[in-house]
């Protein structure tokens, strides 16, 4: 962040990223209350949030060959102002089918966010770990802002419903700036943006059906493969060690998942001085102690940030990562009172400190012209099938208890060590794919 260009690019992406994380964070603070006023299970529950969490990691996929399309500013305005849109409707929908869709919808609104957010930072700005350390700090703090602030919502107004409502204005309030803002190089999400689109594929359309060609001539360049004609062999390149990090992303999105949806629950029925209260207190006093311990995790961030424009080989520091929060979660899964605490206030500290290193990775293994997918399968898998994690943990939760989840994550991340050592040392290979593509008539 050398001047002012990237320095806005660095917090507009940022507060964007907070206001992501915020939202989807505010289902674990509003769980309890739903299971008693609402009369939900934990598991159904937790298949609502896994459809919103999976669709949030699924859309990321189409929304990074968006970003790669139609720029990645006007395609974080939109999704900054589907979140707001959508937060509201889960606000004021009634529990039920109509609560799970538009949880759904939110969810896939919140799912541009990276594909767009991550490449617009490291389109713009050269030096990239300080920059992914200050978007990896706000969007913790968005972690650790939703439980808290969905916590006040429901002291002051008595319903979980003002947490959406109040966060979604919120967020429309932020799109209207971001709109505002302009980006070097980068085109601004407008009206006439979708009107253009519409007519655009209308014409294209009406000239199928007339049996007109709109592409380019036959045998020129960017010709699509007409006739018997073989495209020449194309060449297909991909890194060994880019392949070891997507599937550690599945196994960080598990345990990123499954331990932020299940702290405030942990800390009721683990902690005396809560359960003892009566409603709302307890919520608030979890939402409380929820946003504490997430926020130690901000610490990590910005030291992983730090560390990675600083080491040659950041791939080695996801190994640390991961060998330290084994033992972190076997001990959580086995607390209570002010230990269960501490031990996950140094978990989130640890683990959050992956999220730089990672996207720092993404982007050395990724060319630029891709970075929109590249970062939109990241995502896809943090989030997507991580989400998986959220009806695992409400599963065990309603047949054993919330701790019993930590001693799940504690395995997977074993799995983690291995997949990282993997990254490590295959960084020198790839796997090399000709192809030719050939279309018949």
């Given amino acids: 962040m050398n001047n002012p260009e990237e320095k806005k690019v660095t917090w507009l992406a940022s ?34 949030g896994t459809v919103g ?40 929908s009634p529990v039920g089918w109509f609560f799970a869709i538009t949880y759904g919808l939110l969810g896939l609104a ?29 969007g913790n703090l968005g972690i650790t802002v939703g439980p808290l602030f969905a916590a006040a919502m429901i002291m002051v107004f008595n319903t979980w419903r003002a947490a959406y409502i109040a966060f979604g204005i919120i967020g429309l309030g932020f799109a209207y700036y971001m709109h505002k803002i302009s980006v070097e190089d980068e085109a601004d999400l407008s009206l006439s943006d979708i009107t253009n689109w519409y007519r655009n594929r209308k014409a294209a359309k009406s000239a199928a059906a007339a049996g007109m060609k709109t ?15 073989i495209d020449p062999d194309k060449t297909l390149v991909i890194p060994v060690s880019l392949i070891m990090l997507y599937v550690g992303c599945v196994l960080f999105g598990f345990i990123y998942r499954g331990s932020i949806t299940y702290f405030p629950t942990l800390f009721q029925q683990e902690i005396d001085f809560i359960s003892s209260q009566l409603p709302p207190k307890p919520t608030v006093l979890a939402g409380l102690l929820t946003s504490v311990v997430l926020s130690a995790g901000m610490i990590g961030l910005w030291l992983a940030g730090y560390i990675s424009d600083r080491i040659k080989r950041p791939e080695a520091a996801q190994i640390v990562v991961f060998a330290a929060i084994v033992p972190l979660l076997y001990i959580i899964s086995n607390s209570s009172e ?10 989130s500290l640890v683990f959050f400190g992956w999220q730089p ?7 050395k293994y990724t060319s630029k012209g891709s970075h ?48 990282a050592i993997a990254v490590l040392k295959f960084n020198k290979y790839s796997i090399k794919l000709n192809y030719s593509l050939l279309k018949e008539r």
């Fill in 357 to 363: 290193l990672q996207n720092t990775l993404i982007a």
């Fill in 15 to 48: 507060i964007a990223h907070f206001l992501t994380h915020g939202y989807m964070t505010l289902l674990p603070a509003v769980l309890v209350v739903l299971t008693g006023i609402e009369g939900l299970t934990f598991f159904e529950i937790g298949v609502i």
């Fill in 215 to 229: 592409g380019p001539a036959s045998g020129e360049s960017g010709d699509l493969f007409t006739g018997n004609n």
């Fill in 372 to 419: 929109g997918i590249g970062y939109g399968i990241n995502f896809f898998l943090i989030m997507g099938v991580g989400s998986l994690a959220t009806a695992a943990g409400g599963y065990l939760t309603d047949e054993h208890g919330a701790y019993a989840v930590y001693s799940m994550l504690a395995i997977v991340a074993v799995i983690g060590i291995v997949v």
């Fill in 110 to 138: 919140a799912s541009i966010y990276h594909p767009s957010g991550l490449p617009l930072i490291a389109k713009h700005i050269q030096k990239k770990g300080k920059a992914l350390g200050v978007h990896g700090i706000l």
């Fill in 338 to 347: 002010v230990p269960v605490l501490i031990y996950s206030a140094i978990f």
């Fill in 53 to 92: 969490y999976m669709l949030y990691g699924v859309g990321s996929i189409p929304a990074g060959i968006l970003t790669d399309k139609y720029g990645a500013k006007r395609m974080l305005t939109a999704g900054v102002i589907g979140m707001a849109v959508t937060s509201i409707l889960v606000g004021i």
